[in-house]
């Protein structure tokens, strides 16, 4: 992870928390463990490469888990830790915000058109 400037917490949360990716792997880890395979599916557009970095940036920070499970062919699962479910309501609020701001804007462009 890229080095700290400000020692403020937020800069650190958004480290890991920042971009297009982590906080819609965690939106779809919400609901219970899920494979590698399912997150490519959830998020169609990410890469291979990109959804491996990530799932790896956030077990590092402590927020998802990684199970392998041996056998062949091998499975790897990915859940949230206690940390990760944490982020959940966060994330729910976030959600709520936006929806509530989009139709605050478009109600205010309504009012203007007449």
């Known amino acids: 992870m890229k080095n700290v400037v400000s020692h403020c917490p937020i800069e650190q949360v958004m480290q890991v ?5 982590p ?5 779809y880890l919400r609901d219970g463990t899920k494979r590698f395979s399912d997150l490519r ?5 990410v890469s291979h490469r990109i ?3 990530e799932l ?5 920070a402590g927020i998802v888990r990684r199970t ?11 859940d949230l830790t206690a940390h ?18 989009r139709r605050d804007i478009a109600a205010d462009g309504r009012r203007s058109a007449a």
Request: proline share 6%; hydrophobic share 40%; charged share 15%.
């Open 17 to 21: 928390l920042s971009g297009r990716w």
């Open 84 to 101: 990760g479910h944490k982020l959940v309501p966060l994330i729910n609020a976030l959600s709520a915000w936006w929806q509530q701001t």
């Open 23 to 27: 906080t819609l792997l965690l939106y």
């Open 68 to 78: 392998v499970h041996a056998g062949y062919p091998l499975r790897v699962d990915y």
């Open 41 to 45: 599916r959830d998020n169609p557009t």
């Open 56 to 60: 790896r940036k956030l077990e590092a």
């Open 51 to 53: 959804l491996t970095l």
